[in-house]
Antibody
Framework: QVQLQESGPGLVKPSETLSLTCTVS????????WSWIRQPPGQGLEWIGY???????NYNPSLKSRLTISVDTSKNQFSLRLSSVTAADTAVYFC??????????????WGQGALVTVSS | DIQVTQSPSSLSASVGDRVTITCRAS??????LNWYQQKPGRAPKLLIY???TLQSGVPSRFSGSGSGTDCTLTISSLQPEDFATYYC?????????FGPGTKVDAK
């Protein structure tokens, strides 16, 4: 059974870069797609972007200028970097396996989520 | 961008009730629609994908239907563990979007 675990700093200063890593176990990252999704406190879900095992990416246009998602197949991990953060980036960040089939994507396994607060 | 709305935004129901939640897209999305359940402090859980396919391990009281612009999630007989927030999500466009959620609480 696949398991995903987010890790990274829980507090980031405004204008700095938010960095998170998702470690995947029970499945090889060399398949499917892998997504980041966030949820501001008390609010709904926002898809951030995905990366494929080959490194191709698709980003939410609203974040694209500040966003980098990368993959390290040797460590079975993928990572998120979001630059120039503001308080609006405060959220629980989830990583998820993004299963692609017949042209359709679905998030079928999720990490527990990591709360990242942007504050000085 | 494809906007996704849900109705109702919240509902109160009793155990054993039949519950229906609707998701509407701003343009046709065929059956590129998934449903998730989220409980407080937990990650979302996939219930239905492709508008009507039940995810492995999900109880059969959950079902999905529809295509085009309107899809529906139905819980045939609400159980105590089903009180939660439900989200729909489209993957028709390259920008995946979620609905705002429907909170199901106890009457």
């Amino acid at each position: 059974q696949v398991q995903l675990q987010e890790s990274g700093p829980g507090l980031v200063k405004p204008s700095e870069t938010l960095s998170l890593t998702c470690t995947v176990s029970g499945d090889s990252i060399s398949g499917d797609y892998w997504s980041w999704i966030r949820q501001p406190p008390g609010q709904g879900l926002e898809w951030i972007g995905y990366i494929s095992h080959s490194g191709s990416t698709n980003y939410n246009p609203s974040l694209k200028s500040r966003l980098t998602i990368s993959v390290d197949t040797s460590k079975n991990q993928f990572s998120l970097r979001l630059s120039s953060v503001t308080a609006a980036d405060t959220a629980v960040y989830f990583c998820a396996r993004d299963t692609y089939n017949s042209g359709r994507h679905r998030f079928d396994s999720w990490g527990q989520g990591a709360l990242v607060t942007v504050s000085s | 961008d494809i906007q996704v709305t849900q109705s109702p935004s919240s509902l109160s129901a009793s155990v054993g009730d039949r519950v229906t939640i609707t998701c509407r897209a701003s343009q046709p999305i065929s059956s590129y629609l998934n449903w998730y359940q989220q409980k407080p402090g937990r990650a979302p859980k996939l219930l239905i994908y492709g508008a009507s396919t039940l995810q492995s391990g999900v109880p059969s009281r959950f079902s999905g239907s529809g295509s085009g612009t309107d899809c529906t999630l139905t819980i045939s007989s609400l159980q105590p563990e089903d009180f939660a927030t439900y989200y729909c999500q489209q993957s028709y466009s390259s920008l995946f979007t979620f609905g705002p959620g429907t909170k199901v609480d106890a009457k």
